[in-house]
């Protein structure tokens, strides 16, 4: 069975950091690329960040871009997000996704129509 457990989320004050840990299991990591993803209530999903296969493709929104670095570890089936100088409009629930890269790829997609496995999402939320 596919699993992806997010964790890491809570309460933060603004400019402080958190780093978000998406683990998983039920598939071989390896030949996955990672998305995560964020969802503020009222609003539509947005595409956070993804990370490829091997690590060596990343991809950030605008919105976070310098502030937030994706990285995996493949011998602990988890990938993790650093979100530093954090904002009150960073708040929302964040969740990861996860989808098979084609045979002779390494790329990772920003939108989530992409990702067959989503994980249930953990809540950050940013105090101003």
């Known amino acids: 069975e596919v699993q992806l457990v997010e964790s890491g989320g809570g309460l933060v004050q603004a400019g402080g950091s958190l780093r978000l840990s998406c683990s998983a299991s039920g598939f071989t990591f390896d030949d996955y690329a990672i998305g995560w993803f964020r969802q503020a209530p009222g609003k539509e999903r947005e595409g956070v960040s993804c990370i490829s296969s091997s690590g060596g493709s990343t991809y950030y929104a605008d919105s976070v871009k310098g502030r937030f670095t994706i990285s995996r570890d493949n011998a602990k089936n988890t990938v993790y997000l650093q979100m530093n100088s954090l904002k009150p409009e960073d708040t929302a629930v964040y969740y990861c996704?996860?989808?098979?890269?084609?045979?002779?790829?390494?790329?990772?997609?920003?939108?989530?129509?992409?990702?067959?496995?989503w994980g249930q999402g953990t809540q950050v939320t940013v105090s101003s």
């Open positions: 996704a996860a989808s098979q890269a084609a045979e002779g790829t390494d790329g990772c997609s920003g939108s989530g129509g992409w990702y067959a496995y």
